[in-house]
């Protein structure tokens, strides 16, 4: 089992930037690879970011491509994802989420493990 939990998410005025991270507890973290998904009001769960298990591969959805970076810390069993140039249309609850393979994916149900989301709110 994995345990993940979010931390960073908040209220931000268009333009502005957060740092989302995601802690990894039970099980060794390098052996997972991550990803972030969003989920706004009414709309389905999708793709944000993801990231292989040494953190050399990253792939992007194209509304975020130039503005997010994920990037991770094996040493700290933590994840990141730097937020800048937010937009209102980023609002959502961000998720972080663990897959048992080296390498990441684009879809959530290829994922194992799911943290419970923190609110990221983007005002114009």
């Known amino acids: 089992q994995v345990q993940l939990v979010e931390s960073g998410g908040g209220l931000v005025q268009a333009g502005g930037s957060l740092r989302l991270s995601c802690a990894a507890s039970?099980?060794?973290?390098?052996?997972?690879?991550m990803g972030w998904f969003r989920q706004a009001p009414g709309k389905e769960r999708e793709f944000v970011a993801t990231?292989?298990?040494?953190?050399?591969?990253?792939y992007y959805a194209d509304s975020v491509k130039g503005r997010f970076t994920i990037s991770r810390d094996n040493a700290k069993n933590t994840m990141y994802l730097q937020m800048n140039n937010l937009k209102p249309e980023d609002t959502a609850v961000y998720y972080c989420?663990?897959?048992?393979?080296?390498?990441?994916?684009?879809?959530?149900?290829?994922?194992?493990?799911w943290g419970q989301g923190t609110q990221v709110t983007v005002s114009s």
């Open positions: 989420t663990a897959r048992t393979y080296s390498s990441g994916s684009y879809y959530s149900g290829e994922y194992d493990y």
């Open positions: 039970g099980r060794t973290f390098s052996n997972y690879a």
């Open positions: 990231i292989n298990w040494s953190g050399r591969n990253t």
